[in-house]
């Protein structure tokens, strides 16, 4: 009788000792295929990350590009409005040239300022145009700026 309980005892021992192996080997097969699982939707999702950041940088890559390209226009545009202005005034400030007005000599011994008032107005003028210059240079930015966010909010 000691044999067939000892004989019980050792086959229930090794039944569960056959379950336990075979329950571990099982669950560590499941644990792996999530595991895989979990990685491929990970790489899922940093593909997705990698293709909406080269999104939005071709995006930015492009806004600038629109962006330089507007501050070469308007560089270009300053620049002949500042030489043409040069251009005009040293034609204006000719002293050679002989008044087209016949006055008498007493009208003209008054002192004149007309060499000071020109170099005024040209300054007055360049601060305009340079005024101007920033300010289409910032109207650049804030349509990039709004062009970009359109872009990347309809592109959602």
């Known amino acids: 009788m000691n044999i067939q309980i000892y004989a019980v005892i050792v086959a229930l021992f090794i039944g569960g000792l056959l379950g336990h192996t075979y329950t571990k080997h099982y669950y560590e097969a499941e644990i792996a295929k999530l595991n895989a699982e979990g990685m491929a939707a990970d790489v899922k999702a940093l593909e997705t990350q990698i293709k909406t950041e080269r999104d939005y940088k071709d995006v930015q890559d492009k806004a600038e590009k629109t962006a330089l390209a507007d501050y070469a226009s308007?560089?270009?545009?300053?620049?002949?409005?500042?030489?043409?202005?040069?251009?005009?005034?040293?034609?204006?400030?000719?002293?050679?040239?002989?008044?087209?007005?016949?006055?008498?000599?007493?009208?003209?011994?008054?002192?004149?300022?007309?060499?000071?008032?020109?170099?005024?107005?040209?300054?007055?003028?360049?601060d305009c145009l340079l005024i101007a210059k920033e300010r289409d240079e910032l109207a650049v930015d804030r349509n990039e700026l709004i062009r970009l966010y359109n872009q990347i909010w309809n592109s959602r």
């Open 74 to 126: 308007i560089g270009a545009k300053y620049s002949l409005a500042l030489s043409r202005g040069m251009l005009e005034s040293s034609r204006s400030t000719d002293t050679t040239k002989v008044p087209n007005t016949t006055t008498t000599a007493s009208q003209t011994t008054k002192t004149c300022n007309c060499g000071r008032l020109r170099q005024n107005y040209e300054n007055l003028r360049k």
